[in-house]
């Protein structure tokens, strides 16, 4: 889930599917690993968690918890 | 006979509720959320009724909202479908207060089988085969570990008050056991309010048959036969079969007698499934759970027997004798069910949207419970189903050409569904052979 920044440093993280937020983890400025869960969404009754695609710090989080996203849609970007 | 009905719930189940009570002449009354007005559910009651805004717990979950509107329709019954508030006494004690006929069993019987380790306890007590498991709630990582140790690995970690496979997990050893637990326990307290968790012992080859119960309003519980429901993903069952390919005359008789037992010790009325997990090495059974609701996959035993199902849950609520004779029925050919999910065919990931096609398959022994049309939005807010695809046959290989048949010419655009999985799994050898366990779906997706 997400789609690598142009020069290989920022990841935009954006939603698959349409989906609720159901859990915010990260925070802004967080230093995450790879594959560490930034937000939880759900949808049709699952729970989806979305994973930063590579190590770095969170600098920007788009949704809040209660949060509609539709496919496509920022949800974080990790640099 | 009960003369008004209000359906308690959404999608292809309130529809297919709804027009049984049509043909038996009652008059209808749905309620939706903002996000169903436009489903043929709403629009084909006679009435409908908006009670809130889509998230569940705001609209089928509201039980004053959902009580105001039968007060103001002047509806004389309540039928709850499955899942929302099918299973909750609480609910259905509220309805009864309110003068409202339960169309469901009675409130204790769900109270009693609601709670996993409860219902595990009793079916053992009354001699109803149970697999080896913890008797009592387990509360820390700790005692789980302590209570593997007795039952041995691997072992099923499951919430008691728990459905849908919702935080069920295997565990192979104390490491994998401490996660699962702790899985369970936080998706126990957040999707069922109930922290309480189980152990059983996992048995590795299994399938999962359940039983047809219909308590009458005399106290009789009759047993209509078995359902295969071993196609599974994620713990929650895909596609279903009547009869079993895995059941012999000999273990059908043991199942059905242990479903009626079950159904008698615990006073059951109307339409309740009891599910068996069936150990395919040893042939053993063991109670699983009972349902206490309408089951999904009822269409299958209503095509082999011939049964209105909802029309015998409607005449049992109203303290009427069912439309049929019990001494009579009759089993014919063979019944299979594909869930047609809104997911992607591969990974099964929710595929919300707006479906732009939808064109259902027609033909002898084909039977279509949907519910969306064409112009839908399907959207997060609920359960993937989008329709039950049901085909009968006069043998297990007619049925499995004509649902291959029909697979192929359902047409849906607009989102991504099930359908070419389904189209995978009756062309497969595991499947259409008929000696397939509960992996039969990682199999065919490794």
Wanted: charged residues 25%; negative net charge.
């Amino acid at each position: 889930m997400g789609i690598e920044g142009e020069d290989g440093h920022v990841a935009e993280v954006r939603a698959e599917m349409v989906a609720n937020v159901w859990k915010v983890v990260t925070v802004e400025g967080e230093q995450v690993s790879a594959d560490a869960t930034l937000v939880i969404l759900e949808s049709m009754k699952m729970e989806i968690p979305v994973l930063a695609e590579q190590p770095g710090t969170v600098t920007k989080l788009a949704v809040a918890e209660g949060d509609v996203v539709q496919e496509g849609d920022l949800i974080a970007i990790v640099e | 006979m009960i003369e008004s009905l209000l359906v308690a719930n959404r999608g292809e189940i309130a529809r297919r509720v709804l027009a049984t009570a049509r043909r038996m002449g009652i008059r209808t009354v749905a309620v939706y959320s903002e996000a169903d007005a436009d489903l043929p559910f709403a629009r084909e009651a006679d009435e409908a009724v908006l009670i809130g805004p889509p998230p569940p717990a705001r609209s089928y979950l509201d039980q004053a909202a959902i009580l105001d509107a039968a007060r103001g329709t002047g509806a004389q019954a309540i039928h709850p479908g499955y899942g929302f508030l099918s299973e909750n006494a609480g609910f259905a004690r509220q309805a009864e207060a309110a003068g409202l006929i339960w169309v469901g069993p009675p409130p204790a019987a769900i109270e009693q089988m609601g709670d996993k380790i409860s219902a595990r306890n009793m079916m053992a007590a009354a001699g109803v085969p149970v697999a080896a498991g913890t008797p009592e709630p387990v509360t820390d990582a700790a005692s789980a570990v302590a209570a593997a140790a007795v039952i041995g690995y691997p072992v099923m970690v499951k919430a008691a008050a728990g459905g849908g496979g919702i935080g069920m997990s295997a565990a192979a050893d104390d490491a994998e056991l401490r996660a699962a637990f702790e899985t369970a326990r936080s998706r126990a307290e957040r999707f069922f309010a109930s922290p309480d968790i189980l152990l059983e012992r996992y048995v590795t080859a299994a399938r999962h048959v359940e039983v047809q119960i219909l308590g009458l309003a005399s106290g009789r519980v009759l047993a209509l036969g078995e359902r295969d429901c071993s196609v599974q993903r994620r713990h929650q069952k895909v596609a279903e079969e009547t009869p079993s390919p895995g059941v012999t005359p000999e273990l059908r008789g043991r199942l059905q007698a242990a479903a009626a037992r079950a159904g008698q010790v615990v006073g059951y009325r109307g339409a309740g499934t009891v599910e068996f997990l069936l150990d395919v090495d040893s042939g053993e059974v063991m109670f699983l759970e009972m349902n206490t609701r309408l089951q999904v996959e009822h269409p299958i035993t209503e095509l082999v027997t011939g049964i209105d199902l909802v029309e015998q849950q409607l005449r049992i609520a109203a303290g009427a004798d069912v439309s049929f004779q019990p001494e009579d029925v009759q089993y014919r050919g063979h019944a299979l069910e594909l869930r047609v999910y809104a997911e992607d065919p591969r990974r099964f990931l929710p595929s919300p949207g707006t479906i732009t096609e939808w064109a259902e398959p027609a033909g002898p022994g084909i039977r279509v419970d949907a519910g969306y049309a064409a112009g839908n939005q399907v959207t997060p807010f609920y359960d993937p189903l989008l329709a039950k695809l049901c085909v009968h046959g006069t043998d297990r290989d007619q049925a499995l050409r004509r649902a291959r048949d029909a697979v192929a010419s359902f047409r849906i655009a607009g989102l991504k569904t099930n359908l070419p999985f389904h189209a995978d799994l009756l062309d497969s050898g595991v499947f259409s052979g008929g000696d397939y366990d509960t992996s039969v779906v990682s199999r065919l997706r490794p």
